[in-house]
Each structure stands twice: as C-alpha cells, then as structure tokens.
C-alpha cells in the first residue's frame, strides 16, 4: 500500500552532534532536477558510481534543507544555511549518513520496491514466472490401508 502525502509542509530531521535541518519533501521533480545539476566530467552519472551517490547525496541537501538548528560557524555564531555550509555539513560522514538514511532512502526505496512487487495488470499471478519446474511424471496414488475401526 502506499500512502500519499498530500501535506506538502517542510519537516526536520534529527542528524548528528545536536543537529537537525529542516527539508522539503522529497518530490520527483526535485530529485531529477538535482540529478541533471551533478556533473563528474566523464559521464559517469549512474547511481552505481560512488562518487555519483556522493555528489547526489550533497546536491540533494543543497536543494532541500532550508532551515537547521546547531550548526555553528568558525565564530561560534549560527550559522546560516547556504550551499557552502550546506556542502561542509554534509562532508560529516555521521550527517550524511544520517541524512541519506532518513531522506534519501526512504524515497529512493519507494521507487524500487515499486519496480519489482507490482502486481500483474489483470490481479493474478498468472504472469508471474514460475519458481519450481513441472513434475516429470506422476505420482503413483497411495493405496487405501483397511481400517481397525
């Protein structure tokens, strides 16, 4: 089943150290826009490369965190959400991982899930392969045993 969100309304979450951002949600558009940006000079945008899923994994915080509380800059000051700091924060692997965990996942996970479990267009599994070959012969019938009773 799966439940739409129609509260479009921006949502924190808790990272690493006392650090929570607030994001967008994550809608396609946003995820493919952020896709087409990441350039890594040779083609290479495919999300089996590493260094893709990073510089995806940054892009996409650029483009969603529009608030943040504990952050600090050099000064001791708040500091304010811009790509720069934005980049830097997520260069803390506990952040990244944490944000990639609780935004990133969760949206990329729908989409696969979805690619593999759909049901068959007519709702039986006559489509569906078959995971056990036939029989190749018959199975003798078993021969009634008289009854003590």
Excluded: H
């Excluded at 692997?93 to 049901?119: H, K, M, W």
């Amino acid at each position: 089943m799966l439940r739409l969100r129609l509260n479009r309304a921006p949502t924190w979450i808790d990272l690493a150290g006392g650090v929570r951002v607030e994001v967008v949600p994550p809608s396609s558009r946003l995820m493919l826009e952020v896709r087409e940006t990441i350039d890594l000079g040779d083609g290479e945008a495919d999300i089996g490369n590493a260094a893709f899923v990073l510089a995806y994994g940054k892009a996409l915080a650029v483009a969603a965190i529009t608030d943040w509380e504990g952050v600090v800059g050099e000064d001791d000051q708040p500091a304010p959400v811009t790509p720069q700091n934005v980049a830097a924060l997520m260069d803390i692997y506990q952040c990244y991982l944490a944000f990639r965990d609780a935004y990133i996942t969760p949206a990329l996970t729908l989409a696969a899930e979805g690619n593999v479990s759909a049901p068959s267009p007519n709702g039986t599994s006559a489509a569906a392969p078959a995971t056990v070959p036939d029989a190749t012969a018959s199975a003798k019938s078993a021969q009634a045993a008289p009854s003590n009773r």
